[in-house]
Structures are given as C-alpha cells and as structure tokens.
T-cell receptor, first 115, second 114 residues
Framework: NAGVTQTPKFQVLKTGQSMTLQCAQDMNHNSMYWYRQDPGMGLRLIYYSASEGTTDKGEVPNGYNVSRLNKREFSLRLESAAPSQTSVYFC??????????????FGQGTRLTVV | GNSVTQMEGPVTLSEEAFLTINCTYTATGYPSLFWYVQYPGEGLQLLLKATKADDKGSNKGFEATYRKETTSFHLEKGSVQVSDSAVYFCALSGGNSGYSTLTFGKGTMLLVSP
C-alpha cells in the first residue's frame, strides 16, 4: 500500500546547488505530476507527464526540469537552486489525464529550503 | 482558463458546529469538481467529488453539491470534530478548455476546538 513515494522528505540547499527530487508510484498509473505548495498560493502545477515518454509544462515551470524515467518514476530537477524555490513539493499520479472524475493520489511531500 | 476561488481562512469552530466552506469556479462546459483535504504534515487526499450538475458528493459526513447555475461546490458538514482540523482544497479538472490537469483553490484552514 505504498501509493506515491517521494524522496527526500526534507532538504536544505545552498543557492546555486542542484538536486533531484524522486517520485515513484506503484498503482500502474499513466499520468504523473509535480506541484509546489506555498503559503497563500495553494498548489501550482510545475510539470506533468500524461503518459510514459511525454512531459509538459504546467503553470510555473521556470527553473525546473523533469524526467519520466519509466511508467513508475517521475523526477524533478533543480539545476541551480534559488531562494524563490523554497517550498513544499508534491508528486501526484492518476490513472489517466483528462478522464472525467479521475482522482489524483499525492505523496507526502518534500520540504525544500534554499538558503 | 480554469480557476477556483475559495473562502480564506482560517475558519475557527467549536466541536459539533456546522461547517460551510465556499467554493466557486470558472470553467466552460462541465468540469469535474473535487474537495481534497490535507492533514498536518501529510499530502493531499481526496475527500469527495462530483462530475455532473446537481450531483452530490459525500464522504465522512462531508457533502458538496455541484451547482452549475451558480458555478459553486460548497463544502458542508453538520457537526465538526477536532479531528477535522486540516486544510481543505477545492479543485476542478476538465470542462471545455481542454486543460485537464487539476486546478486548485488556495486552500482553507479549518481549526476545530473542543
């Protein structure tokens, strides 16, 4: 019953450092997503992958890259971290993008601080 | 594009009080509507959903009705418990825009005291 697993749970970076956030799901879902959550802003979509082999930009993609490694895994990379990227990052997955009423399942989140 | 507006919090209630959290949306066509809940330190989880006008979603004593005429999906519970303290997010997907990822409101924090 793992669902969506994110690593790490916490991370502190210095400005300019790089890192990759890992996400894996075991529900055989086709679509995966990365969101960031900031106080007073709700959740904003960074990137998504409708199916294995495809990725698309969301609302706030600048400063990030993604890789859909296989059907299970979807990673988010910060090439040169900035303090504005301090946030809580959530990975999510769903059966299929665009299917009516499709529920998204979320990981526990990664709390990232850039100093 | 799609958007969701929900009431700002925090909403502070005593146990057994009635809860309403307002949510309105902007979208063309018939989007699917959702309420997600986030307990402290956790990710979001689906609370309830509705996919057609006049449908009522319900779960754990919470209810919300899809009102197309007022573009609303207000969350209600007749008697809240301390364990309901969490952040509640209204969200939508689909409609005619063709943009089918979830669009979230900013969230409403609910604090229930004994």
């Amino acid at each position: 019953n793992a669902g969506v697993t994110q690593t790490p749970k916490f991370q502190v970076l210095k400005t300019g450092q790089s890192m990759t956030l890992q996400c894996a799901q075991d529900m055989n879902h086709n679509s995966m997503y990365w969101y960031r959550q900031d106080p007073g802003m709700g959740l904003r979509l960074i990137y998504y992958s409708a199916s294995e082999g495809t990725t698309d930009k969301g609302e706030v993609p600048n400063g990030y890259n993604v890789s859909r490694l296989n059907k299970r895994e979807f990673s988010l990379r910060l090439e040169s971290a900035a303090p504005s990227q301090t946030s809580v990052y959530f990975c999510a997955s769903s059966e299929a993008l665009g299917r009516e009423g499709t529920e998204a399942f979320f990981g526990q989140g990664t709390r990232l601080t850039v100093v | 594009g799609n958007s969701v507006t929900q009431m700002e919090g925090p909403v502070t209630l005593s146990e057994e009080a009635f809860l309403t959290i307002n949510c309105t949306y902007t979208a063309t066509g018939y989007p699917s509507l959702f309420w997600y809940v986030q307990y402290p330190g956790e990710g979001l989880q689906l609370l309830l959903k509705a996919t057609k006008a006049d449908d009522k979603g319900s779960n754990k004593g919470f209810e919300a009705t899809y009102r197309k005429e007022t573009t609303s999906f207000h969350l209600e519970k007749g008697s809240v418990q301390v364990s309901d303290s969490a952040v509640y997010f209204c969200a939508l997907s689909g409609g005619n825009s063709g943009y089918s990822t979830l669009t979230f409101g900013k969230g409403t924090m609910l604090l229930v005291s004994p």
